[in-house]
């Protein structure tokens, strides 16, 4: 079985931000960046989502996500927040981690498959709390890839 979406390890990182505003700006700068895609774009469209209801989904993780034309495949990006940000989540507690999710226009179910397992990996305490204590974006990656990779399986 393959995986609902690729995350380079290029796409994790840990970052410092002081609001929602620049930690959506942060994650259009890594997606232009990494996966070759118009900055502006990603942005609007993410901001577009945004405008909807916030991404914020409780317990200190926020899933900013959106579709995009002409895009091949869903692709993630991750970050830890050095400092919590207020991310207006419906529990109101601020975010640590964000898992950012960009998906094809026309692949609705398997956007919200992604967003599912996303949501599934950032629900389990555990793996919130391995990242949290991981050291660096490396080891963050590691953990993630490792977890992704076993539940493709």
Known sequence: MTTLFTIDPQAVRVIRAESKAQILDALADCFASVYQLDRDHVQERIEERESLGSTGFGRGVAIPHARLEHLARPVAA??????????????????DCVFGL???????????????????????????????????A???????????????A
């Open 138 to 152: 490396d080891a963050l990656y590691g953990v993630l890839v490792n977890v992704i990779d076993r539940d493709a």
């Open 78 to 95: 991750f970050f830890r927040l050095e400092e919590p940000v207020d991310f207006e989540a419906a529990d109101g507690m601020p975010v």
């Open 102 to 136: 960009l998906s094809p226009e026309q692949a609705g179910a398997v956007h919200l498959q992604a967003l599912a397992a996303i949501s599934r990996l950032m629900r389990d305490d555990r793996m919130h709390q391995r990242l949290s204590s991981a050291p660096d």
